[in-house]
Nanobody, 122 residues
Framework: QVQLVESGGGLVQAGGSLRISCGAS????????MGWFRQAPGKEREFVAG????????YYADSVKGRFIISRDNAKNTVYLQMNSLKPEDTAIYYC???????????????WGRGTQVTVSS
């Protein structure tokens, strides 16, 4: 079992930056692929970024590529999402998730946090 807790969300102006974090507890955090997803009101949950267990493979949704950076610190059992050049359309609840296999599909992730709200004002 892995328990995930997101933090760091908030309100930011368009063009600004924000870093959100996801702390994990439980066993074997370092063996999991970690992903960030988001869900805006009235929309389906969508993939944002993923990082392999050792951080050697990183992938992003096209909508955030070049603006967001995912990273992890296995010694701290934490994964981060640095969000730059934020746009109002980035407004959503951001969730972190853990999977034994890499992927972009929410269905492939076994463990989920409760999310943190990110709001970007225009």
């Amino acid at each position: 079992q892995v328990q995930l807790v997101e933090s760091g969300g908030g309100l930011v102006q368009a063009g600004g930056s924000l870093r959100i974090s996801c702390g994990a507890s439980g066993r074997s955090f370092s063996t999991y692929t970690m992903g960030w997803f988001r869900q805006a009101p009235g929309k389906e949950r969508e993939f944002v970024a993923g990082i392999s267990w050792i951080g050697s493979v990183i992938y992003y949704a096209d909508s955030v590529k070049g603006r967001f950076i995912i990273s992890r610190d296995n010694a701290k059992n934490t994964v981060y999402l640095q969000m730059n050049s934020l746009k109002p359309e980035d407004t959503a609840i951001y969730y972190c998730a853990a999977s034994v296999l890499p992927g972009r599909s929410a269905g492939s992730y076994e463990y989920w946090g409760r999310g943190t709200q990110v709001t970007v004002s225009s």
